[in-house]
């Protein structure tokens, strides 16, 4: 693509790392347009008039329409270049337009964050409005800030979209999130301006605009609780039902989560060479991707073993664990709390996995309820949950209990069926190459639900009737720090703000979602340039190297981001090479390795945080790692590090620096040579515990010692 005519002003540098030209006049322009070979990818318009060429008029004649993107794809007709069609302009502005998930499906805090961003936005608007009032200009213009621009007579207008200046869309996490901010706003203003007197007059801009800002503080941020869970199970990944999912978010505003049995090591793998656990990895990420595209709040995993095909249950049982996995099964439904559980095995389903899951998912949903079984979880804080409703696929309808999803319903927001939404999901298993979903909808598209479990009576045939007052049965939960994992037996907390550095590989990512984490990926350019003070903590994954030397720049925002109280967890870099590996105080990582797994391991301070919030760990957690304790142990490093345990290396000598702590300004640096990651790879309960003590650090770090 080239890039035109970008000011110094837009991101768009750092967004698509491309350089870009400068373009004062239309015939330029045009002339670049006619002869130019690839598609042109207009960014705004520079400084000095406004240009408006047949094919170009979609400039407004602002000179500050800086932060507009316009895609215009250029395609040969009878040896001439053309714009695309009105019909692929419509389905390129559709695919701009689509809105994943409402605000009110959102979760709370992120919900919250989206309100403070728009009053933020504005109050950043009024204050260049009154530079402009008092001074007569204002820097940045501030039609280039936010969506809401004045138009003709100083009369507000919401930009598309797609031309909202990038400025704006970079307050959000992501571009889903900043799409749902934009479908709020633009709610809110069109509600608003119907009651808005004086709109078009230049003197009361800010009146009007103070007045808008009200209408935003009054939305209201509700809480959670009173939202319905609906609990999808899948054996593998690749059998969660998108049908169902997308009914219950769509057509009722629930909160939807996955249980998968396995991650599918056992399958087959048809776009590469990697079986068994890597495998596993590949389809965990494809999992997460189909989950998002299906618009889930989480997927969990209960990490049983897919050992491939069988036709017997009792082998399943026997290889799972029977009481380990109901156990299991018990914790994830308390964990959770669903209302409604659903699946699409059934019992003609022949696979023994499924039918394992499905039989001992049926036991956990009677034993959940009742506080005799597993009484340990409650002394832990995961009080007994009764699921209200319990649903299975079946090809016809018994009786009135049942539920009709109709998989050809459009979702408005998306304009598409529940079937092409499922089906594009389903498209995420590339390493199954899967894509299909009509087979199991039948013809007409109708999907059956036959209820073989309930807690309640079944007077309604209308599911709606149900889940209007479903939330009245629900407890209130004490407000804690910590909460439950998404792995048994690990604490994690709660409403961190996290970011992840992880290049060529997925484990930190796979780890992250299995506590249940939320997070975002950071990419070098962010590093750069973007808000890294949004995240509490940051994590800097294995050999994590720059592709460019070491930039001064990076370490001074990483330095400024532990200084202002943020959290750094780095662990080892790989030696000789440049690494993205700040430190507050020296330290270097010289190839010093301990390559036996069982070499003694002993914790030096077993008061310290890192040991006791939010999971108690002691010598013990340590014990059952695989291939090596590390390879790149520090042998020179400052005083100001905190030596928090100790290893043999192979000639009997105590290394103290596997795992290390520091304060730095109001902030923590965390650096450890230890190789969490194969340990994390093969879900050792130890190293998850001590992986989510060190997210969890930024909370307790400045507390008083209590041990």
Avoid at 286 to 313: P, R, T
Avoid at 374 to 398: C, D, N, S, T
Avoid at 523 to 537: I, P
Avoid at 651 to 673: F, V
Wanted: hydrophobic residues 35%.
């Amino acid at each position: 693509r080239l890039i035109m005519d970008i000011s110094e002003e837009t991101e768009a540098f750092n967004k698509y790392n491309l350089g870009g030209l400068h373009v004062r006049s239309s015939c330029l322009i045009e002339k670049i347009q006619k002869n130019a070979k690839i598609p042109l990818f207009i960014i705004n318009q520079h400084e000095g008039g406004f240009i408006s060429s047949s094919g170009l008029n979609i400039f407004s004649k602002s000179a500050y329409s800086i932060g507009k993107e316009f895609e215009r794809l250029i395609i040969k007709d009878k040896g001439k270049l053309l714009f695309s069609s009105k019909e692929k302009k419509k389905k390129h502005s559709q695919k701009q337009n689509k809105v994943l998930l409402s605000f009110d499906q959102l979760k709370k805090e992120e919900r919250k964050n989206i309100k403070l961003s728009l009053l933020a936005s504005l109050d950043e608007l009024i204050a260049l409005r009154s530079d402009i009032k008092q001074k007569g200009y204002a820097i940045p213009h501030p039609n280039v800030v936010s969506p809401l621009i004045s138009g003709n007579g100083d009369k507000f207008i919401i930009k598309p979209f797609q031309e909202v200046p990038i400025v704006w869309v970079k307050r959000f996490s992501e571009e889903e999130i900043a799409r749902c901010a934009y479908s709020l706003f633009k709610k809110v203003f069109e509600a608003w301006v119907p009651n808005c007197k004086c709109i078009s007059s230049r003197e009361n801009i800010i009146l009007n605009l103070k007045s808008f800002k009200k209408e935003i503080e009054k939305i209201e941020i509700k809480d959670d609780k009173s939202k319905v869970r609906i609990l999808c199970l899948a054996a593998h990944p690749d059998d969660e039902d998108g049908q169902a999912l997308l009914y219950f978010k769509k057509a009722f505003n629930c909160f939807t989560y996955i249980l998968l049995a396995t991650r599918g090591q056992g399958g087959e793998n048809l776009i590469g060479p990697y079986l068994d656990e890597e495998l596993g990895i590949i389809r965990t990420k494809e999992m997460e991707q189909a989950a998002s595209a299906l618009g889930v709040n989480k997927v969990y995993y209960l990490g049983k073993k897919d050992f491939g095909y069988c036709l017997d249950i009792d082998e399943a049982l026997d290889e799972w664990g029977r009481q380990d996995t109901l156990k299991k099964i018990v914790y994830f439904f308390r964990l959770i709390k669903p209302h409604i559980i659903v699946t699409k095995h059934n019992p003609d389903d022949g696979h023994c996995q499924h039918q394992a899951f499905l039989s001992l998912a049926k036991k956990a949903f009677d034993l959940s309820g009742n506080s005799k079984f597993y009484p340990e979880m409650i002394r832990e804080g995961l009080l007994a949950w009764q699921p209200l409703k319990f649903y299975q696929r079946a090809a016809v309808a018994e009786n009135n209990d049942g539920v009709l999803i109709d998989a050809n319903k459009i979702i408005s927001s998306e304009n598409k069926t529940i079937n092409q939404i499922a089906r594009e999901a389903l498209e995420e298993h590339h390493s199954q190459i899967q894509g299909s979903c009509g087979k199991e909808c039948g013809r007409t598209g109708k999907i059956f639900y036959q209820l073989v479990k309930s807690k309640t009576p079944v007077n309604n045939k209308k599911l709606n009737h149900f889940l209007d007052g479903v939330s009245l049965r629900e407890g209130i939960e004490e407000e804690k720090e910590f909460t439950l994992s998404g792995m048994p037996g690990v604490k994690i907390a709660k409403n961190l703000k996290i970011g992840l550095i992880e290049k060529n590989s997925n484990t930190l990512f796979i780890a992250l979602k299995a506590l249940g984490h939320d997070f975002k990926k950071i990419e070098e350019n962010f590093l750069k340039e973007g808000k890294l003070s949004e995240f509490d903590t940051i994590i800097v994954g294995q050999r994590i190297n720059l592709s460019s030397p070491l930039d001064k720049k990076i370490y001074e925002r990483f330095s400024e981001f532990v200084k202002n109280g943020g959290n750094l967890i780095v662990f080892t870099v790989e030696y000789g090479r440049p690494a993205l590996n700040w430190q507050p105080y020296p330290l270097d990582s010289p190839f010093n390795p301990i390559d036996n797994e069982k070499s003694p391991l002993t914790i030096l301070a077993p008061g310290h945080t890192l040991f006791n919030y939010p999971n108690k760990i002691n010598n013990e957690d340590f014990k059952g790692w695989v291939q090596e304790r590390g390879l790149s142990f520090p042998r020179d490093y400052s005083e100001e590090y905190i030596e928090l345990t100790s290893c043999l290396s192979p000639k009997r000598n105590s290394i103290k620096s596997g795992y290390l702590a520091a304060d730095y300004g109001r902030g923590s640096y965390i650096y450890t040579s230890y190789s969490w990651h194969r340990q994390l790879r093969e879900f050792h309960l130890g190293a998850y515990k001590s992986f989510a003590n060190m997210i969890a650090y930024k909370l307790l770090k400045n507390a008083e010692n209590k041990f």
